[in-house]
């Protein structure tokens, strides 16, 4: 009796699991990612009394806690015509034993680039001059499945191109 009965089940399970019904609609074909990319031209760094060399720029709209930011500065272009994008913080090592860091902070509402120095010596036109930045901000659900390094690798994970960068004015 118990082999009779455990054989109807399985029969009644085959057909009922092998029945159709309509076809349903398609499925997303990936993830919506709704990054935001600013880019910031001709950066001039200025200090004040104190030494301090920096810009600030607001936010809008404001970013959310949870989104991750991210700053990359145009630190030349090769022979083929490709820029080079390295991301910040940066330290630059002179041969003289100086060096020179860009570095950012930010808020919910604005976004601070700075430069931290040994000697004002560093501090020539070329890299305080004439500067380009571009801004990725990440949602927080997002900011674990991007490496932050690699400028080419988040472009490509957020399907993010050269025209997706909105320009940003100075405060």
């Known amino acids: 009796m ?51 060399y920096g810009i600030l720029y607001e ?3 404001e970013i959310l806690n949870s989104d991750m930011v991210l700053v990359y500065r145009l630190a030349g272009v090769t022979n083929d015509g490709l820029d080079i ?20 902070d930010f808020t919910r509402r604005d976004i601070s680039i700075y430069l931290g120095y040994t000697s004002e010596s560093v ?10 930045f571009r801004v990725v901000i990440i949602p927080g659900y997002l900011s674990n499945k991007v490496g932050a390094t690699d400028y080419d690798s988040v472009t490509r994970a ?14």
């Open 85 to 104: 994008w390295e991301t910040i913080p940066e330290t630059i090592y002179f041969p003289n034993g100086e060096e020179l860091d860009y570095d950012f």
């Open 59 to 61: 936010l809008n709209p």
């Open 123 to 132: 501090l020539t036109p070329a890299y305080t001059q004439n500067q380009v």
């Open 158 to 171: 957020l399907k993010i191109s050269d025209a997706d960068f909105t320009q940003l004015t100075k405060n």
């Open 2 to 52: 118990k082999k009779i009965f455990l054989l109807l089940a399985v029969v009644a399970g085959t057909i009922l699991t092998s029945c159709e019904g309509p076809q349903g609609p398609q499925g997303p074909t990936g993830y919506s990612v709704e990054s935001e990319n600013f880019e910031i031209r001709d950066v001039d760094f200025f200090g004040d009394a104190n030494g301090y």
